[in-house]
Structures are given as C-alpha cells and as structure tokens.
C-alpha cells in the first residue's frame, strides 16, 4: 500500500464521492482511485441510503486501505445533495477538494496533472478537463467533452469572470473532473445547490467563477459514464427549468458583468426557450428508453406546445417520438439510423 502524508510537495486531496445504489459501479470508481499516480488522498464516500451492496462494498475498501472513509445516512434523494456533500466536506482535510460520484471512473494520471498545475498557479480556485462520455460498459467513448477547445485563456476564467457566456450556454465542465481548492469552498459557505437543482457542481461552480481563476486540463481526465436512468436523464426537462432561475438570480446579482457579456434578459430567455425545447425532447427520449410511455408523451408534447417557434427541428424530434410513444416503439433504433448515439 502505497501512502504519502500531508506534506507541501504533495497536499492531501479529500475526494468526495456521493452514491446511491451503485453496486455495479463502485468498485470500478474506486479501484481507479486506488490506481492514482498521486498517492496522497483520502476518499470519503458517502452512501445515501443504498438499498443493494453499494455499502458493502464500500466498507470492505475501507478495510483494505486507511485512506478511504464509508458513511451511510437515510436515504435524502438528489435534491437535498447539497447536504450529503456538505457533511462530506466537513470531514475533509485536504488542502483541495476533488468530485468523484460512484458510478464514474478517472485515468491514472488524473490527480497528479491537476495538483501539480494548482500548486504552480495560486490564483486559480478550479481546475477541469476533459472527459469521456462513456457507455454503462465504458466499451464505447462516444467523444471528449469539450469537444471545442480552441480558447484555453477563456476555458482559465482568465480574466476572472470571462467564462460566464461560454459556462451559462454549455455547462461544460465534467464534475468528475473538478478540482476545488478547500479554502475557496469554504468561503463559500460548502457546496451550493439551489432552486431544486439536482445537483451541486454547476451552481457551485458559478460562484467559484466569479472569485479566481481556473486551470483547465487539455486532456481527458476519466470517463463519464451514460445511461439512461442517470439523474442527468431522468430529470433533464425540470433540469433546465432550474438552471434558468438560477441565471436569472445571477443576473439580478451582478448586472454590469451580465451586460459587460452581452447577456441581456431578452438574450437569456432566447436562449433559454431554445434549451427547454431540446431539454423536454430529450427527457422524452430518455424516458422512452425506460418505456415509461404516459411520462415521454407528456414531454414530447410539452416541447411542442411551449417556448414558440423556438428550435422546430427539435420540435420535428418531438412529434416523432409521441408517435412512438402512442405505439410504444423503440426510438434507439432510427437514433443509430441516422447516425446518432443509442444511449441504450
């Protein structure tokens, strides 16, 4: 076993990783943890209420290596994540803060590239990078994410604030390639989750953005796993709806640096009505998937019925996909027709 103590040249990570009824994936999360280059870690997993082996499983690593540390707690679900990341950040004692849910994996070199450049930059408060978007199997990497990499000043928040434009259009950044420093976290007050968002890193990265610098990493950190029951698919359409309260607060907070980036309130709706179109579209094929036929209907016709004349060939999507809703077909089958990725 292979164990380094805190020290300056090589700072403690505290890896948080939250999971729920993961069995199938956590030991492959963990044993690319255990696989790091950089040795000096501690993860600290926290199990929210499993109902298979998850926690089983996590205990019989806890077992085999000091460094990591399983806590189970009654199930709270996603939308009270803020509070099973918290708890796990109260008991972290690393200089940085690292994101690594369960069902999820990093390559070997992950740790060592990101601290060696956050120990050379100060000024940075995150760091990222790539990812792979991977099947259930990781047999199949669809494409890096971000595919579009041409502007790396804008990817470092260099000037700070200057990714706001790109991060509120694509929400980009992988969480399971982030990186926080601890103590930019904590002046935070913890991670941040708000109007019933389903998740912490894109609320809490929108503060991070707004108070340094950020290292991006050109290069893929690990593999994002895709599936259909993810919490990314099963509430894509409410999803958006809360990212855009979100950006309204934002904008309502720091005007001058929303009109400094062109993002007007008639700007941000457009923008908004174009990704809700997509998002219910998207959530009904999700939701065919899992031939949970009465839930795709209701929002294919829900992309259809709203947000205007806003993205008609999404909207074209749409009512193909109530067609196969009403018959209960398979729409995986034209996705790999035409060329397009089956998130079966």
């Known amino acids: 076993m292979h164990y380094i103590m805190n020290n300056k040249e090589n700072p403690l990570v505290s890896i948080i990783s939250p999971t729920y009824n993961h069995e199938k994936h956590i030991s492959d999360c963990i044993e690319s943890v255990l696989k790091q280059t950089y040795n000096n870690w501690e993860m600290i997993i926290i199990d929210d209420g499993s109902t298979d082996g998850t926690f089983a499983i996590a205990q019989e690593y806890e077992k085999k290596d000091k460094r990591i540390h399983a806590y189970t707690q009654k199930n709270v679900g996603i939308f009270r994540l803020g509070e099973s990341y918290n708890f796990a950040l109260s008991k972290c004692k690393g200089k940085y803060v690292a994101i690594l849910e369960c069902d999820d994996v990093w390559l070997p070199e992950k740790l060592t590239m990101q601290i060696e450049v956050m120990e050379k930059k100060p000024e940075c408060v995150l760091c990222w990078g790539k990812a792979y978007l991977s099947s259930i199997d990781l047999s199949e990497n669809y494409y890096l994410a971000p595919k579009n990499t041409e502007d790396e000043t804008l990817f470092n928040n260099k000037p700070i604030g200057s990714f706001l434009k790109k991060f509120i259009y694509t929400t980009l950044i992988p969480a399971l390639t982030i990186v926080i420093r601890k103590d930019a976290l904590d002046s935070l007050g913890g991670f941040v989750q708000k109007y019933n968002l389903p998740l912490v890193d894109i609320p809490t990265t929108l503060e991070l953005l707004l108070r340094g610098e950020f290292a991006f990493i050109n290069q893929p950190l690990g593999h994002w796993r895709i599936y259909p029951t993810q919490v990314t698919k099963t509430y894509t359409g409410q999803m958006t709806s809360s990212y855009y309260l979100l950006i309204q607060e934002m904008m309502q907070r720091y005007p001058e640096l929303f009109a ?65 809703s009403l018959f209960h077909g398979d729409v995986e089958w034209l996705a790999k027709l035409i060329g397009n990725t089956s998130y079966k």
């Open 260 to 324: 400094e980036h062109g993002l007007t309130k008639k700007v941000i709706d457009n923008h908004f009505c174009d990704r809700l179109v997509i998002s219910y579209s998207r959530s009904g094929r999700y939701k065919l998937i899992r031939k949970d036929f009465s839930g795709a209907r209701k929002d294919y016709i829900h992309s259809l019925i709203h947000y205007g004349f806003h993205q008609p060939i999404w909207k074209l999507r749409s009512i193909v996909g109530l067609i196969m």
